[in-house]
């Protein structure tokens, strides 16, 4: 007998977000397994930054249920998404313009723990050491995006836009998020900054990570992902493993003369 298969890490049913007249996002059901590589796709305008922005907290969900990992989530704020383990990147690169890379990775651990605990805990030797092991998380992690210790002080907007990517990347990554958000992560990049990429957002999973991809370059949703969800107009349009998904005559229809 076939074991059934685990509860998804993150479960949206029937989420929908509205901007006054526009359904942006319609009775949305989609599940992300906890050891996938998802992918979100669709034309401009089909709603997936909406979606991200909603199980990141961003956005307050019009109406629907959010389950993460066998909690209800609906309607919690940014701070408290992240302490529940979901971490983000942005379509357009969020750095500080003034702060070094070893500060910009802090800012997610900061984020992680709340302002009170912080400065709470930083009265005390054990903040101090709470802090110490913080930033040796944070070197260790600019190793594991490919960054390396050199960079740690530099100012972090200084660097090439691909290595920006990554310092967002171990920035989001400090929180120890169970599921880790990226909204296209290699927009802007040539071909083989996309590989390695793709490459790093396997060893994120290697590393007991799901991930959330909004992706257009199809070529790397079909060698990176294993499961995709299909947004047009707000509404899901196909679910399932790439090759299907890719194949299917009405995604093909609805990327005609509207991919970028
Ligand atoms: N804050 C907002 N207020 C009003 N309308 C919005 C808001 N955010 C998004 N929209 C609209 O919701 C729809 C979905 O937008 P969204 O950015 O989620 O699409 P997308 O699939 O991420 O597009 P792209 O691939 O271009 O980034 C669009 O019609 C957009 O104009």
Do not use: W
Not at 73 to 79: R, T, W
Not at 109 to 130: D, G, I, K, M, T
């Amino acid at each position: 007998m076939r074991a059934p298969s685990p509860a998804p890490l993150l479960e949206a049913r029937t989420l929908t977000v509205r901007f006054g007249g526009l359904e942006a996002v319609g009775g949305l059901d989609m599940a992300i397994a906890r050891d996938a590589i998802h992918g979100l796709i669709g034309p401009n305008g089909a709603g997936k930054t909406t979606v991200l922005n909603v199980l990141t907290g961003f956005i307050r969900p019009t109406q629907g249920q959010l389950v993460f990992d066998g909690e209800e989530i609906g309607g919690l704020g940014v701070n408290r998404l992240a302490r529940r383990g979901l971490a983000r990147t942005f379509q357009n690169i969020r750095l500080f313009g003034a702060m070094t890379v070893l500060e910009s990775v802090l800012v997610g651990a900061h984020q992680r723990f709340s302002a009170n605990a912080l400065s709470l805990v930083f009265s005390s030797r054990s903040a101090r050491e709470a802090e110490r092991a913080m930033i040796a998380r944070a070197y260790e992690l600019l190793d594991f995006v490919g960054l390396g210790a050199e960079v740690a002080d530099r100012i972090a907007t200084t660097l090439s836009y691909g290595h920006q990517r990554r310092v967002e990347i171990a920035r989001a990554l400090i929180a120890s998020p169970k599921l880790l958000l990226l909204d296209e992560p290699l927009a802007g990049m040539n071909a083989v900054e996309k590989a390695e990429i793709a490459d790093l957002v396997r060893h994120v999973r290697a590393q007991g990570i799901a991930v959330l991809l909004i992706e257009h370059d199809m070529q790397v949703v079909r060698s990176l992902c294993d499961h995709l969800t299909v947004l047009e107009y707000g509404r899901k349009l196909a679910d399932g493993p790439p090759e299907e998904v890719l194949a299917d005559p009405a995604v093909q229809a609805a990327y005609l003369g509207r991919a970028r």
